[in-house]
C-alpha cells in the first residue's frame, strides 16, 4: 500500500525567509503532483514532476523529485503572505492510470 | 465555459436521506473522480472512472454509489447519508495518459448531515 507523508505538517514563517516542505513516499513511482489550496476553495495544480531529477519553477516556489529516494521538495524562496495556503503533494498509485495517493498537507502560513 | 462543476454547492440533509452529488466537465476527460476532504485525513479517494460505464472502488467507498452513463457526467450516491459523511467533496477529471495524470478539481460540495 503507498503511503504519502509530508512534513511538516504545519509551518509558520516569516515573510522573506526561505523553507523547505518535504513529501515522502513508501513505494516507487515517478510521478508527482503538488497542488495548493486556500481556505475554503479548490485543489489548485502548481506542479508536475514526471521524471526523476524533475525540478520545476514558478515564481517563488521550485520543486523537485528524487525517484529514488521516494522523495519531493517544495522550496520556497524569500517568503511573501500571498502564499499562505495548504500544500498537497500526491503520487500515482500502482498500475493505475489514474490514481493519485494525497499527503496530508502542509498548512502554511507566511506572517510579515 | 470549459471546466469542470459541481452540484451542488451546499448541501444539508437528514440521517437515512438519499443525496446525489453531480459531477460535469467539459474537457472530454476519460478519467473522472470523487475525493472526499477531511480534517486531518487528507484527501481521499472515493470511487474513480476510467471512461463512460467503467468505475472503479477507491480507498473510501463504502455507502457510496457512481454511475457514468456518459463521459461529461460522473454522479455520486449517498444512498444512506450517515453523519460521518458530512465533508467536502471534490470531484476532479484528468486525461489519464499513461505520462500524464493530471487531475483538475471542481470547486467542491460542502456536505452537512444532521
Known amino acids: 500500500e503507498l503511503k504519502v507523508e509530508q512534513n511538516p505538517l504545519f509551518l509558520s514563517m516569516q515573510e522573506g525567509k526561505n523553507y523547505t516542505i518535504y513529501c515522502n513516499y513508501s513505494?516507487?513511482?515517478?510521478?508527482l503532483y503538488w497542488y495548493r489550496q486556500d481556505p475554503g476553495k479548490s485543489l489548485e495544480s502548481l506542479f508536475v514532476l514526471l521524471s526523476n531529477g524533475a525540478v520545476k519553477q514558478e515564481g517563488r516556489l521550485m520543486a523537485s523529485l528524487d525517484t529514488k529516494a521516494r522523495l519531493s521538495t517544495l522550496h520556497i524562496t524569500a517568503a511573501v503572505h500571498d502564499l499562505s495556503a495548504t500544500y498537497f503533494c500526491a503520487v500515482v498509485y500502482g498500475g493505475s492510470q489514474g490514481n493519485l495517493i494525497f499527503g496530508k498537507g502542509t498548512k502554511l502560513s507566511v506572517k510579515p | 465555459d470549459a471546466g469542470i462543476t459541481q452540484s451542488p454547492r451546499y448541501k444539508i440533509t437528514e440521517t437515512g436521506r438519499q443525496v446525489t452529488l453531480m459531477c460535469h466537465q467539459t474537457w472530454s476527460h476519460s478519467y473522472m473522480f470523487w475525493y472526499r476532504q477531511d480534517l486531518g485525513h487528507g484527501l481521499r479517494l472515493i470511487y474513480y472512472s476510467a471512461a463512460a460505464d467503467i468505475t472503479d472502488k477507491g480507498e473510501v467507498p463504502d455507502g457510496y454509489v457512481v454511475s457514468r452513463s456518459k463521459t461529461e457526467n460522473f454522479p455520486l450516491t449517498l444512498e444512506s447519508a450517515t453523519r460521518s459523511q458530512t465533508s467536502v467533496y471534490f470531484c476532479?477529471?484528468?486525461?489519464?495518459?499513461?505520462?500524464?495524470?493530471?487531475?483538475?478539481f471542481g470547486p467542491g460540495t460542502r456536505l452537512t448531515v444532521l
Open positions: 476532479a477529471s484528468g486525461p489519464g495518459t499513461p505520462s500524464y495524470n493530471e487531475q483538475f
Open positions: 513505494t516507487t513511482s515517478d510521478r
